[in-house]
């Protein structure tokens, strides 16, 4: 198994920015996203800016729930 080793990172999100990014996530990939899901997006947006995370890096996002409990 090939094994990448790094110093990892935290990165807080804001119920706000979560929001965001769970209705961003949802019309981008026509999934019903749940907040969590939204925060690990919005994250994962931060870590691409900051360039934590390269473009030519491979991302997997889990939507950990469904947005249906949430309406």
């Given at each position: 198994?090939?094994?990448r080793v790094?110093?990892?990172i935290a990165v807080a999100v804001t119920d706000?920015?979560?929001d965001v990014a769970t209705r961003?996530?949802?019309s981008r990939s026509?999934?019903?996203v749940c907040p969590e899901g939204g925060a690990?997006?919005?994250?994962?947006?931060?870590?691409?800016s900051n360039g934590f995370i390269k473009d030519s890096d491979r991302v997997v996002v889990f939507n950990t729930g469904t947005?249906?409990?949430y309406r």
């Open positions: 198994m090939n094994r790094h110093d990892g706000e920015e979560a961003q996530l949802a026509g999934i019903d690990a997006w919005s994250a994962l947006q931060t870590l691409r947005g249906l409990k």
